[in-house]
């Protein structure tokens, strides 16, 4: 029955937190997880849209895949409450119930026929959960206002990040250099808001519209934090 309870807050709180985030239009424009109206197939088209309309503009399209490893489990408490409170107007009693709602998820390790005793866990979202997966894409609208800032065209599906951008063929060289240091900036803010910090990238493509061909830069850019 206790169980049943918790379950019913989630619910109660995720429709109501749903509703501030929608009324002062605070819902990340660029994520269509856990988002109504949205899916993989609304990522997939608006990325498809942009790289058709760069062919007609006889320009390179690079994209850059983002993946993080273990998502839910690297996001860090004290991170998650900052960003609801800086970012999201909750604060006071709400606030604080986000917070004991964080911290009650004890846990222990079972070896065999013996258990540990129980430990507070300081980061992750509790997978499975109501309210977990709003929660995610409320930790990582920050990550979003940043690539926005570095001038990159970006879209995410929970924790996956597409980046891209269009360019003429003589600015090949500049537009990777431009890639390669806004990478950096995201690996920062990697470093300082994940617990668990993985960010792999796989190699960036070109698509030209001359050969009609999907092709690999040269230079590959990836990034690995451990």
């Known amino acids: 029955m206790q169980w049943l309870r918790s379950i019913s807050i ?76 800086s970012w999201f107007g909750i604060t006071g009693t709400v606030l604080d119930w986000f917070k004991s709602y964080l911290s009650s998820h004890p846990f222990h390790v079972k070896c065999k026929s013996s258990f540990s005793s129980l430990h507070t866990c300081f980061c992750d979202i509790p997978q499975g959960s109501v309210l977990g ?5 409320i930790y990582t609208t920050p990550l979003s206002s940043l ?3 570095l001038s990159l065209n970006h879209h995410l ?8 951008f269009s360019f003429h063929p003589p600015d090949v060289h500049s537009s990777i250099t431009h890639l390669q240091n806004a990478l950096q900036q995201i690996s920062s803010w990697m470093t300082s808001n994940l617990t668990y910090k993985i960010l792999t990238t796989r190699q960036p493509t070109g698509w030209a519209k001359k050969t009609g061909l999907f092709y690999k830069f040269v230079t590959p850019v990836y990034v690995d934090i451990e």
């Open 157 to 164: 599906h929970a924790d996956d990040t597409q980046l891209f």
């Open 147 to 149: 690539i926005s800032s």
């Open 10 to 85: 989630e619910r109660v709180v995720k429709s109501r937190l749903t509703e501030h985030l929608s009324t002062n239009n605070l819902l990340n424009p660029h994520q269509s997880a856990y988002c109504k109206h949205n899916s993989t197939k609304t990522a997939l088209l608006y990325i498809h849209d942009y790289l058709i309309n760069a062919i007609g503009s006889q320009k390179i399209s690079c994209l850059c895949l983002l993946d993080l490893s273990a998502a839910f489990d690297t996001t860090d408490h004290n991170n998650l409450l900052s960003h609801l409170s």
């Open 133 to 137: 997966p709003l929660l995610f894409i």
